[in-house]
């Protein structure tokens, strides 16, 4: 395999010739050692076939004798059967030696005593002498392990033909001096009775080597040996002999059920049970690794694992939980070398681990095996996905260096079956996906590899034969170059659309999104790129919207790192510039008052799509700040439905979800809804996408509303004119004696009276307010150099919606208005006051979009964000090169400002015209008559005694182009 960087470029093959799971977990399980008896527990002994016949010529009596004499020598001797040999002289047993022919040396070891005995007594025909001699046997100390694992290599050997009366003398035992040696207190325990107090571990290696020596009648007795070394494990005192005890029956027995090929017509049902002692022994493993424990443990429930029936997923849920942890929890390869330093005659530290990983391995491959099905990949990954999250570098690496030669496995061994893949593989391909930016490059590589193998796996389900283009452009980028780097998640990402189904797809996305508040930083930006790279690629589906930004706004009040907001803000845009329907939909359902980020996504939304105006016009009257209280939260969300009914945004979507929200449960979803209803009933599209009698019982439930704003703003909906149309007269016959009033010169407060007929413009808003508009907008004209602040705000606030409600038919004297308005609204824009400087720059852009300015949006951007001499010139130029001819109109406009009370207004009208001169001369030559310069000229001079020095210096240089003017301009 070419490892990240090199030159050579290759799918990562399995080594040739490398031994099959079954193959490789069979030869390692018979290599185990499982005992201290030497060559006794594995290979017959050479001397054995000649004993043997001397045995078979005994006579009973004679085998009776023999069998005293060994039991007497080992009862006398068993002090010395902790010591490895011992040098000790017995007539009795030299002159057995003797006659067996055996080397006089034999006499000092141990193990061939028991052997012997366990020869005699499988080769005895009597009954009645194999179960005295059993007993006397069983009623040795069971005190010293060589002594323990005597007794068993002597029972297994005389099981082979006397397998009943071998168990019924277990059974007794158990039954007898288990029972009550499991009881004893630990204060009564005296030396004598020492001899008993581990009999069950005598116990579980008798099971083991009666499974050893059987063979072929093992079979029917197999759920009646796992019951009972179920039950001295769990009942047996819990300390390492037992452990150990256990551990080595259970080898034992794994070993001979794998050597009888009839195995699999069995159905063993303690196995299970069998499972869970090994799992409770690697759970109360300590976490440091100085023996084979956990490889001989994981081994031997690999060859379990291979019996029938087959682990129900359960079980081996939980054995792949224990096992995974045991391996992966274990510390670095550096801190089990410390470990290893205070263990003596230890194991190589290297073979160790490696060993141990490799059983860890063979589990997995054999679970795979048994079921080669992509169901059973993703629950494979499913149970590894938890230690491919750690916050542990060396956890992660082993966990991806686990699913990279599983994954290996299945593509290079095994044919899947063709089936429906799951969804989960889209999440397990994400969770991988996210450690290409591993620190540890040996980890990075097999994550890229985990994602390679997985997504051919994917091929070949679908049935590809040829790799796409992205997915062969993807694998030949290398990733040590930034630009190279990019260029990979980019090919990956459209590999993923093209070949993931949409479900899988979806699991993808949500599990990038997940990840974006990780405290690992390299993965919450990766993730984030990646998703905004999703987001970007045309053709994102308009189903997954929903799940996408629902997941999104959970992660939100998690996400912290400011580069990570910005990119969700750009995900959020790119994804709405292609279904802005769905994410307003989904925005205006989901988002809370204090989300920010959900805000600037909703802002961001509006102003990157054809809808730019709605962003603008809450911006502008500065709605948006409302949506940051929880006070004024229902506030802001009127203003942009109010806004987004204006300019026809969406009128649909988001009146079908606002009725939705108004049958939550959730009040504030019930404020939300009420909110957007009402304002999209001013809305003249709204009829066409709601039923009346919809919208009527939408209102009617909304009566019933625990919450005292839905209730009333629900009442004044039923109110509407689009509810009742007849409405419309009574509120124009209103308007109209209110205007009388408007319109006379001395009334005391215009203010409070604007503030009403905008009201009732907005309730006419369906019907319209025809003629009358005209009237009010050439009032408010004159309203704006009022010396009253709030009548200056008041009247340009309502001309701008005056322009709005006056209806289509009289759009072109609206239009002459709107162009009447422009420079004074301009030159207001300077006013001293805050408040009418603002609602300047509202009714100004609204002017430009009824008049169809040119660069609107880029006006926009000035009038929100422009500071300085800079914005001001770009709004001017906007302006002008928008309007060519209206030169006279907009030169008169401003002059008349000059008068102005407030100085920063007269200031304004004289930086606009002293730039109208410099920048338009040769327009203003064409498009004014003498008469306009006159009027120029006039105006200039009753500025040159001005007792502001500003004003002075305008007249000094504005006069000469005046008297210019006046020879190039004709009549």
């Given at each position: 395999?070419?490892?990240v960087?090199s030159?050579k ?45 001397k ?15 060994i039991?007497?020598?080992?009862e ?42 366990g ?32 007794i068993a ?16 003398l ?29 009999v ?15 063979k ?9 040996i796992?019951?009972?070394m ?6 047996g ?45 690697l ?16 081994l ?13 997923p ?14 992966y929890m ?67 690496s ?37 450690l ?9 590589q ?12 994917v091929?070949q ?31 990956l ?26 405290c ?48 969700i ?14 994410v307003?939909?989904?925005?205006l ?6 989300e ?32 940051g ?16 009914a ?26 939300v ?9 001013n ?9 009346w ?23 004044k ?11 419309a ?21 215009p ?39 709030t ?9 701008g ?38 609602k ?22 000035k ?10 010139n ?18 008169s406009?401003?002059?008349?400002c000059?008068d ?22 040769n ?49």
């Open positions: 395999m070419a490892p960087g030159t470029r290759s799918s990562p093959r399995r080594k040739a010739n490398h031994p099959l799971p079954r193959q490789e977990q069979e030869l390692e399980l018979n290599n185990l050692d499982v005992g201290i008896l030497g060559e006794y527990l594995n290979v017959n002994p050479p001397w054995e076939d000649m004993v043997v016949n045995i078979k010529n005994m006579l009973v009596t004679e085998q009776g004798l023999v069998l005293d004499t039991c007497l020598f080992l006398k001797h068993s002090q010395f059967w902790e010591k490895q040999e011992v040098s000790f002289r017995d007539a009795s047993v030299q002159k057995l030696l003797e006659f067996l022919s055996l080397d006089p040396r034999k006499a000092t070891d141990k193990a061939f005593f028991f052997h012997l005995y020869m005699i007594l499988r080769e005895c025909p009597s009954v009645e002498q194999v179960q005295s001699h059993l007993a006397s046997l069983l009623d040795l100390s069971h005190q010293h392990a060589r002594q323990r694992e005597g290599l002597a029972v297994g050997l005389a099981s082979t033909k006397h397998l009943e009366e071998v168990w019924a277990l059974e007794h035992l158990g039954r007898t001096k288990f029972l009550r040696s499991a009881v004893m207190s630990e204060d009564s325990q005296a030396e004598s009775s020492l001899r008993w107090k581990w069950s571990s005598t116990s579980l290696l008798c099971y083991g080597q009666i499974a050893k020596h059987t072929e009648q093992i079979l029917p007795w197999v759920d009646n796992a019951s009972r179920v039950y001295y494990f769990s009942c005192p819990c300390d390492e002999i037992l452990k150990s005890s256990f551990l080595s029956a259970a080898i034992l027995l794994t070993r001979s059920l794998q050597a009888e090929y009839g195995s699999q017509r069995y159905k063993f049902t303690q196995i299970p049970e069998l499972i869970l002692c090994l799992l409770n022994i759970q109360k493993e300590p976490n440091s690794l100085t023996t084979f424990l956990r490889q001989k443990v994981i031997v429930i690999v060859g379990l694992s291979n019996l029938r029936p087959r682990f129900k359960l079980l081996k849920s939980q054995v792949l939980k224990t096992c995974l942890q045991s391996v274990l510390p670095p390869s550096k801190d089990l070398k410390e470990d290893l330093l205070s263990v003596e005659q230890a194991p190589n530290t290297t073979l160790l681990y490696k060993k141990t990983v490799r059983a860890l391995d063979l589990l997995l491959q054999n679970f795979i095996s048994e079921n080669p099905s992509m169901d059973e990949v993703c629950f494979l990954l499913q149970h590894i996905e938890h230690w491919l999250k750690s916050d542990k570098i060396h956890e992660r082993r966990a991806v260096q686990s699913t990279y030669l599983l994954l290996q496995y299945v593509v290079d061994s095994l044919k899947l079956a063709k089936e429906a893949v799951p969804s989960m593989l889209g999440h397990q391909i994400g969770v991988l996906t996210l290409w930016r591993e620190k540890d490059k040996i980890t990075q097999h994550s890229h590899f985990c994602v390679y193998l997985l997504m051919e796996l091929f389900q679908k049935g590809k034969l040829v790799e796409s283009a992205q997915w062969s452009k993807m694998k030949h980028f290398e990733s040590n170059v930034f630009r190279e780097w990019e260029m990979k998640l980019y090919y990402v459209k590999v993923f659309k093209e070949d993931l189904t949409v479900a899988q797809h979806t699991q993808l996305i949500l599990t990038l999104v997940h990840n974006l508040s990780t690992n930083h390299l993965r919450c930006d990766l993730a984030a790129k990646l998703l905004l790279m999703i987001c970007v690629e045309p053709g994102f589906r308009k189903e997954q919207v929903a799940e996408l930004l629902q997941g999104l706004f959970q992660e939100l009040p998690n996400i912290h790192l400011k580069n990570v907001q910005q990119t803000s750009q995900a959020t845009l790119a994804l709405g510039i292609q279904h802005i329907q769905e307003v939909e989904v925005i359902s989901l988002c809370q008052p204090s920010r980020i959900c805000m600037e996504a909703l802002k961001g939304l509006f102003w990157t799509n054809e809808y730019w105006e709605v962003f603008a016009d809450v911006k502008l009257i500065q709605g948006w700040e409302l949506f209280q929880l006070e004024t939260f229902p506030r802001g969300v009127t203003l942009l439905a109010r806004a987004m204006h300019y026809n945004c969406e009128i649909k979507a988001v009146m079908g979800q606002a009725l939705i929200s108004l049958k939550s449960n959730e009040e504030r979803d019930n404020i809804g009420i909110c957007i209803i009402i304002e999209f009933l809305s003249p599209d709204a009829s066409h996408y709601v039923s009698k919809t919208m009527y019982n939408s209102l009617n439930l909304g009566l019933s509303s625990r919450n005292q704003m839905v209730r009333a703003m629900s009442l909906g039923l109110s509407s004119t689009l509810m009742r149309p007849k409405k007269t009574l509120l124009r016959s209103r308007l109209m004696e209110l205007l009388d009033n408007f319109l006379q010169p001395e009334f005391q407060d203010a409070g009276l604007m503030k009403i007929l905008g009201h009732l413009l907005h309730c006419l808003g369906v019907q319209g307010i025809g003629i009358v508009s005209l009237k009010i907008a050439q009032h408010l004209l004159s309203l704006f150099t009022d010396e009253r602040a009548v200056r705000e008041g009247a340009i606030f309502l001309f919606d005056v322009i709005h409600y006056g209806g289509k038919k009289l759009q072109q004297s609206l239009k002459d208005l709107a162009s009447q308005a422009a420079v004074p609204l301009l030159l207001n824009m300077a006013d001293p006051c805050q408040e009418v400087a603002m300047a720059k509202f009714t100004f852009l609204r002017c430009a979009i009824l008049l169809k300015w040119e660069f609107r949006k880029e006006l926009f951007g009038l929100a964000w422009g500071q300085g001499l800079g914005a001001a770009d709004i001017f130029v906007y302006m002008l090169e928008s309007n060519v001819g209206n030169y006279q109109q907009f030169l406009q401003a002059l008349m000059l102005s009370s407030h100085t920063t207004v007269k200031l304004a009208a004289m930086k606009f015209i002293g730039a109208l001169l410099q920048d338009y001369f327009d203003l030559c064409l498009y004014l008559r003498k008469n306009d310069v006159i009027s120029l000229k006039k105006c200039l001079e009753a500025l040159r005694h001005d007792t502001d020095s500003r004003t002075r210096n305008f007249y000094l240089n504005c006069w000469n182009d005046a008297v210019e003017l006046s020879y190039y301009v004709q009549d």
